[in-house]
């Protein structure tokens, strides 16, 4: 059991070398190129660092279309955030338009959704963000 944590605890840290912190970060840019609004929310969530993967997710939208990356550190196995997150996504009234899971190391997942929102889209990238991060959270 000491061995694990020991395993656990290096597998951790080489995760937090790439990342910046563990610590929740939160940024909001309202950009007004081009006259077409953009918007962006970046959040970081450790969780529950001992059972549960670190995970980033960033929400881009522009015009009628938003961007999705999730990055997931300390990915187990069997852990496979795509099928939640893209069920979610489909609750939320978004319509995934295309997706890619890339593996990267032993340790990381990076998966980008771009989504067209539906009519009846009312949300703010935050509280997207916010839902992804609990559909991907333990119950």
């Known amino acids: 059991?000491?061995?694990?944590?020991?395993?656990?605890?290096?597998?951790q840290t080489r995760c937090e070398d790439v990342?910046?912190?563990?610590d929740t970060q939160v940024f909001a840019d309202h950009d007004h190129l081009n006259h077409s609004s953009e918007e962006?929310?970046?959040k970081t969530s450790p969780f529950d660092k001992?059972?549960?993967?670190f995970l980033q997710i960033l929400a881009r939208s522009r015009d009628r279309?938003?961007?999705i990356r999730a990055v997931i550190c300390n990915k187990k196995n069997d852990f496979d955030p795509t099928p939640k997150i893209l069920r979610k996504i489909g609750t939320l009234?978004?319509?995934?338009i295309c997706h890619n899971v890339i593996p990267f190391g032993h340790f990381k997942l990076i998966m980008t959704v771009i989504s067209q929102m539906n009519d009846d889209f009312h949300m703010t990238l935050e509280d997207l963000?916010?839902?992804l991060q609990l559909a991907i959270s333990p119950s």
């Not at 990342?19 to 563990?22: A, D, E, F, R, Y």
């Not at 001992?50 to 993967?53: A, D, E, I, N």
């Open 1 to 11: 059991q000491l061995q694990e944590q020991i395993e656990f605890l290096e597998k």
């Open 19 to 22: 990342s910046s912190s563990l």
């Open 40 to 42: 962006n929310y970046f």
């Open 50 to 53: 001992l059972q549960h993967p």
């Open 65 to 67: 279309s938003i961007l």
């Open 93 to 96: 009234k978004l319509t995934p």
């Open 129 to 131: 963000v916010k839902h």
